[in-house]
């Protein structure tokens, strides 16, 4: 392309022709008019910007691009005045990534030389493509260029690999981005830009927080982003650089399980206190989670419990699995362990990882209440004399922690008594049973007395043992009582066996005139014991006669009237011959004394007597004899006889009383009836009382349904008799307003223990390592604790002083106490002192407003919630009771309602009328059948029997020239017991002597 003016020198020769010399000439050329080059230029004010083809523009992002310019020169660099006629000749076009487009193109400003308006895109993807081209006949020219966007700061984001982290720590990388306001990056950005970001958010912890800067990529990574322990689920983030922010949400959910924690457990640094043989006061339930303590809804996994050998639980141990929530509930157990501490290790594993599992320590407590064995106290020294009264028992039933328990029924106890030595535990089933005596003071609750208990009348060893009926079927017996029973004090000179009633005569044959032979006298006690072993002396044996007057008395051989037998170790062995010729009357009954004479006894014993019958002849001295047996032996039937039908009119009389005393019951416990206007039916009675019971005890047991207000402060466990337990526990109160303004003027003494001594108080505060509060009864100063019967201040020796409004009383007279009443009063006593509860505010300032004219006026506690101090101060929030719901179930309880002490008195009646009248109709039919059995033929034919040998008994005693008596002779009588079928069951006194026969 020529561009300027220029000469050139031409030699034009002729080929073939060297003779022919070249023409030479200068040829000027000058450049062409007609369009040679485009130009593009930008105006930036007075300043032009040539914009080159294949330029690349970079433009603010979304700006548009004013003051296009081009210019057109020809081949000189001449610039060509643009007419309508080149206009038409240009063309303008801007191309897009998907489309390409014309404007319009106005022909004015074109033949100015401006072109349209380009506006610069706004994203990466897209470009502006912009071409300007000229088309004549001689050339074809054109000039493009590139806009490209260039990101100006306006706001920035931020964007993760992850959106959701795991509580604590998040693990995932978060990218800062630059951006401009349409999103696109900013490429310029520099490591210093970093100083300027800071991340926040709710819970987060900035203590492991880093930003590093990211050069590849030209963006800020946030690493480390930590969460304080906190709930889980959606939170957010705000990351701010300068006066830009972005905010990014995250779900925060637990990571892996690591550990396993059990769910509403009391603390287990310290040991969990728990009754021997009692279940833990909560189901153990546990929780998957994961290292920071966020539950782990995991499925599944495998949960078991480890314990020491010598700890049982039940259900035994088995294996459990967690649910869909990761957890896994193993039920309530309870524990069997010997007292102390004990562990209970809980394991699970997942992915075949063992997780940290927590230990529980037990702290297994005696049960108070299981009895384990009996305590029998006695006089270990007492001698045990046949027949005497046992030494007074003391029995008491002892827990796991060696204290008495109480309220035990004493028809639960009792002493069982058979002859010979038990082997072990085991009670023969022929046994003696002794119910416990009624107790003398209300004090002695705990012990049972078995008191003036008959010794058996029979002398050997006895076996005593108490049992004490834990249920229907088991039994906790005591050790076994081995006693010596030994004879009672002497009373009277008796031999083995009643010999027969001697017939002797006068006559040579010696048979003929032996009274006794080989007679052995012992000295009896009062039961025909032998005793007197111990003793030395002499037998005086002697002849008397009935008859004071009659001088002609028998002799013994050898002519004497007395004949002395030695006395040794409580026996004399006798034998007594008349004298031949012995004076005697005929067929007269003599006497043989047989005197003890024993220096070592104190008190005299009264002589054995034996009669005989005299006779001169010996024939009729045979017959005498005959007679003489037969008379004997219906003394001895008669005796019997007179002895079973005595039993059987004193059975009938005590059957006739204890139908009077039945009666008088029906009748007493109908009239108490009545005065709870229950009215019975005259027939069908026992149906009545029965369907009564039963409707009553369902109101009883809906009473009891009824929600009622109660303490849900866990109390301490009593392992100990001498722990009353928390405050909360040790009272209720009726009314709603009263138990809150109460429980909440003691909130801060209703968690504390109540012990009965130091030592209890001390062991406690051991156990707990100090975290446990602890009142000691005897600790307490009683001279100063307030007297309950003590009038309200308005009342002073028995005047009022003003009237009071707002009904006040004595906060402490609000109070019932199920247990240990005089314990709790001075425990509440101390605590409350003389504080009042009144209605309202108003009501207690007038109260105190009069009251402190003529004394000290107590704190006040109104129905309201407000407190006026014994100070006089009221008001702030720490003088008046939150609701009752804010005292977090630190309130007392309400006592059972009114109407349940109501129906169990009726119920009680009821039960005791039901018995009553069933006792009645048993006693009646009782005494019926035995009046009938007195009027069969059996017992008239033996009444007719015993008529028989009376009058058969006179008959022989007139011929025996005896003095007939209606009485027979206790003599004669042999303790023995005929044997009488079909005979009623004699009542238990009767019986009882029946059994201490047989000994």
């Known amino acids: 392309m020529l561009k300027a003016r220029i000469e050139i020198p031409v030699s034009i020769d002729c080929n073939g022709c060297k003779d022919v010399p070249p023409v030479e000439k200068m040829i000027k050329l000058l450049p062409s008019s007609h369009v040679a080059r485009l130009q593009v230029l930008s105006m930036n004010g007075q300043k032009a910007i040539q914009i080159k083809h294949q330029d690349e523009i970079k433009w603010v992002a979304g700006d548009i691009m004013h003051n296009l310019i081009f210019q057109m020169y020809d081949e000189g660099e001449r610039e060509i005045h643009i007419t309508p006629a080149v206009a038409e000749k240009i063309k303008a076009s801007i191309f897009e990534e998907i489309v390409n487009w014309t404007p319009k193109i106005n022909r004015e400003q074109l033949m100015q030389g401006l072109l349209p308006d380009v506006k610069v895109p706004t994203s990466v993807k897209d470009v502006r493509y912009c071409l300007i081209s000229y088309l004549d006949d001689h050339v074809s020219l054109e000039s493009a260029f590139t806009v490209r966007f260039v990101c100006f700061i306006y706001i920035f984001s931020c964007r993760s690999t992850h959106l959701s982290c795991f509580n604590k720590l998040c693990f995932f990388l978060t990218d800062i981005i630059i951006t401009d306001q349409y999103g696109n990056q900013v490429q310029t950005m520099t490591s210093a830009c970093i100083g300027y970001l800071g991340v926040s958010g709710p819970g987060l912890d900035k203590s492991n927080l880093q930003i590093t800067w990211q050069e590849s990529t030209f963006t800020m990574r946030v690493k480390g982003i930590r969460f304080k322990p906190c709930v889980l689920g959606s939170k957010e983030l705000c990351f701010a650089w300068r006066e830009f922010s972005d905010f990014l949400r995250i779900n925060l959910t637990a990571g892996s399980p690591a550990k396993l924690q059990i769910v509403d457990w009391p603390e287990l640094e310290k040991p969990v206190a728990v009754i021997n043989g009692r279940e833990l006061l909560k189901p153990l339930v546990v929780q998957l989670c994961d290292q920071w303590g966020n539950p782990s809804p995991e499925p599944n996994v495998k949960v078991s419990l480890t314990k020491s050998s010598n700890l049982k639980i039940v259900p035994s141990n088995q294996q459990h699995k967690t649910d869909d929530n990761g957890r896994a509930n193993l039920g309530v157990i309870s524990i069997h362990a010997p007292r102390g501490e004990h562990t209970l290790q809980l394991r699970a594993s997942y992915n075949k990882i063992a997780l940290d599992c927590p230990i529980i320590t037990l702290n297994v407590l005696p049960d108070p209440d299981k009895p384990i064995r009996l305590n029998v106290k006695y006089d270990k020294n007492a001698s045990f004399p046949a027949g005497g009264t046992f030494p007074d028992f003391m029995v008491s039933v002892l827990s796991e922690d060696d204290n008495i328990i109480k309220n035990i029924n004493p028809a639960r106890i009792s002493m069982k008594m058979w002859k010979g030595q038990g082997s072990g535990t085991r009670i023969p089933t022929d046994v003696t049973a002794f119910s416990c005596s009624k107790v003398k003071d209300d004090k002695e609750d705990g012990f049972f007395y078995f008191r003036d208990k008959v010794i058996p009348e029979k002398v050997g060893t006895y076996s005593i043992q108490f049992t004490f009926a834990m249920d229907k079927t088991n039994m906790l017996s005591s050790d076994q009582i081995i006693v010596e029973v030994v004879p009672n004090d002497p009373v009277r000179l008796l031999p083995d066996s009643l010999p027969a009633t001697p017939a002797v005569s006068n006559v040579r044959a010696i048979t003929s005139r032996t009274l006794v032979k080989d007679l052995c006298l012992h000295i009896m006690d009062e039961y025909n014991n032998h005793t007197g072993t111990d003793l ?162 369902l109101d009883q047991e809906g009473l009891m349904k009824q929600p009622r207000r109660t303490c849900t402060l866990p109390n301490y466990p009593k392992g100990n008799q001498d722990i009353l337990g928390k405050i909360a526990h040790l009272a209720q109160i009726e009314d709603n307003e ?176 039901r018995a009553a009248v069933m006792k009645l109709d048993d006693v009646n039919k009782d005494l019926d059948l035995h009046l009938r059995s007195l009027n069969t033929p059996e017992m008239l034919k033996k009444k007719q029997e015993l008529a028989e040998q009376e009058k058969n008994l006179m008959l022989i005693e007139q011929k025996l020239g005896m003095t007939p008596s209606d009485k027979v002779s206790e003599s004669l009588l042999q303790p023995s017991i005929p044997d009488m079928p079909d005979t009623p069951i004699p009542p238990k006194r009767m019986r009882k002597e029946s059994v201490k026969k047989l000994y």
């Not at 609000?814 to 409350?832: I, K, R, S």
């Open 536 to 697: 030395v002396g002499r037998i005086i044996a002697k002849i008397k006669s009935p008859n004071e007057d009659d001088t002609e008395i028998p002799q013994f051989q050898g002519k004497i009237s007395a004949i002395v037998f030695p006395f040794d170790r409580g026996s004399a062995q006798i034998n007594l011959v008349l004298a031949e010729n012995s004076p005697g009357r005929d067929s007269t009954e003599y006497i043989l004394v047989f005197e003890p004479d024993l220096p070592g006894l104190k008190t005299p014993l009264e002589p054995y007597r034996l009669s005989f019958m005299f006779y001169n002849d010996f024939k009729k001295q045979q017959q005498m004899a005959t007679l003489t047996r037969e008379r004997d032996q219906l003394s001895q039937s008669i005796g019997v006889y007179r002895n079973w039908f005595d039993t059987t009119n004193q059975l009938v009389n005590e059957m006739k009383c204890q139908v009077k005393q039945a009666e008088t019951r029906e009748t007493h416990l109908k009239n108490e009836l009545r005065k709870h206007q229950i009215e019975l039916p005259q027939t069908n009675t026992l149906q009545y009382v029965d369907s009564l019971i039963k409707k009553k005890m």
């Open 738 to 913: 009263a138990a809150k303004v109460i429980s909440w003027h003691l909130a801060s003494d209703m968690d504390c223990v109540v012990t009965l001594t130091t030592e209890a108080a001390r062991s406690i505060f051991d156990e707990t390592q100090g975290r446990q509060q602890v009142l000691p009864l005897d600790s307490i100063y009683k001279k100063t604790l307030p007297d309950w019967n003590r009038p309200l201040p308005h009342l002073r020796n028995g005047k009022i002083y003003f009237t009071p409004v707002g009904n006040p009383v004595f906060a402490r007279d609000l109070l019932t106490f199920p247990d240990n009443v005089e314990h709790c009063q001075t425990v509440f006593g101390m605590l409350l002192g003389d504080t009042i509860i009144i209605d309202n505010l108003d009501a207690a300032n007038h109260y105190r407003k009069e009251v402190v004219k003529i004394t000290h006026c107590p704190t006040l506690l109104t129905r309201e919630g407000d407190r006026i101090r014994s100070n006089g101060k009221f008001g702030g929030l720490q003088n008046k009771a939150p609701p009752m719901d804010k005292l977090r179930g630190m309130v007392f309880g309400a006592p059972v309602p009114k109407l349940y002490s109501t129906f169990t008195g009726q119920i009680d009646l009821l039960q005791q009328y």
